[in-house]
């Protein structure tokens, strides 16, 4: 609990935060543990687009392809632009606060969003030819529109963060390194537990 107020404080304030981290090994702890959980969201979020597409595109060979398509390319466009971002602002950890703030509300948003594409693509569908690829490159590029936000905003979080927690030089390969492998740590339960647990057990829509 004190921890988790430490970092409130940290997001709210632009004095000298790695200084403040640096000495509080409890807030440094805490928040690794949210970069972590933040993780484990992410694919829980994945599996679960690939799921909801899988529905849309009524092929899971096609909606894998997307999804996976789409959260490489967010990531990568999240890590330039927001890596830039990091490198001017004062305050990186507010900067991973509203990325994360918006992630969560993107995601809950998702299944009204997924609604509007399924409604937008059933539309169209019926002014193309059955079977042509013309259909299949719609439901790519409208999936794609939907999806490069929330994989934008997932893919700035490691080096905000990264930036909060390493600032010399020679700590780099070794600080995102370790950010990397708790992120990853995350991402593998986060997987296997939309995959295997709450799906299966609540549904895709519950």
Do not use: H
Request: hydrophobic share 55%; charged share 10%; net charge positive.
């Amino acid at each position: 609990k004190k921890a988790g107020l430490a970092a409130l404080r940290a997001v709210g304030s632009n004095i000298n935060v790695a200084a403040t981290i640096r000495n509080n090994w409890n807030l440094r702890g805490f928040i690794v543990l949210c970069f972590s959980i933040a993780g484990m969201a992410s694919l829980m979020d994945q599996v679960l687009w690939m799921r909801q597409l899988g529905l849309i595109f009524g092929t899971t060979m096609e909606a894998v392809s997307t999804v996976l398509a789409v959260f490489m390319a967010g990531l990568a466009l999240g890590s330039y632009l927001f890596g830039k971002m990091a490198d001017k602002t004062k305050n990186p950890l507010r900067l991973y606060a509203i990325l994360q703030m918006g992630i969560g509300a993107y995601v809950m948003l998702t299944p009204l969003i997924f609604s509007g594409l399924n409604a937008a693509q059933v539309s169209i569908y019926g002014s193309l030819p059955v079977g042509s690829a013309g259909v299949t490159i719609l439901r790519v590029m409208l999936s794609f529109l939907v999806l490069i936000v929330p994989t934008t905003l997932m893919g700035g979080t490691l080096p905000v963060i990264g930036k909060f927690f390493v600032r010399k030089e020679e700590e780099l390969g070794g600080g995102i390194g370790n950010l990397y492998f708790i992120n990853t740590l995350g991402a593998v339960l986060g997987a296997f537990l939309a995959g295997f647990v709450l799906i299966p057990y609540l549904g895709v829509l519950a």
